[in-house]
């Protein structure tokens, strides 16, 4: 049985960090892509990070430079240092998996943690 357990949000001042982790368990971690999503209220959803199974990254445009996903496969963990955080960054963040197949961009990703809440106030 698939688990993706977030934990490290909370309420911040813009300007500064946080660190989420995302606990996986029930499948084989290092053979799937990763990826970072978050909702605010009244918003869609949006991807923010990806990370293939052997370390490559993308960030969506509006993080770059200030957050930074990553994974450490032998511990079954996904990260996401976000700094220099706004009030826009607000929003309940997500980790989701799914299984690598050519590209972590296109696929959709089925298993889904509870999330986590990341305030930021101004």
């Known amino acids: 049985q698939v688990q993706l357990v977030e934990s490290g949000g909370g309420s911040v001042q813009a300007g500064g960090s946080l660190r989420l982790s995302c606990a996986a368990s029930g499948y084989t971690f290092s053979d799937y892509c990763m990826a970072w999503f978050r909702q605010a209220p009244g918003e869609g959803r949006e991807r923010v990070a990806t990370?293939?199974?052997?370390?490559?990254?993308y960030v969506t445009y509006s993080v770059k430079g200030r957050f930074t996903i990553s994974r450490d496969n032998s511990k079954n963990t996904l990260f996401l240092q976000m700094n220099s955080l706004k009030p826009e960054d607000t929003a309940m963040y997500y980790c989701?998996?799914?299984?690598?197949?050519?590209?972590?961009?296109?696929?959709?990703?089925?298993?889904w943690g509870q999330g986590t809440q990341v305030t930021v106030s101004s």
């Open positions: 990370i293939y199974p052997a370390g490559t990254t």
């Open positions: 989701a998996a799914a299984r690598y197949s050519g590209s972590c961009l296109t696929l959709n990703y089925n298993y």
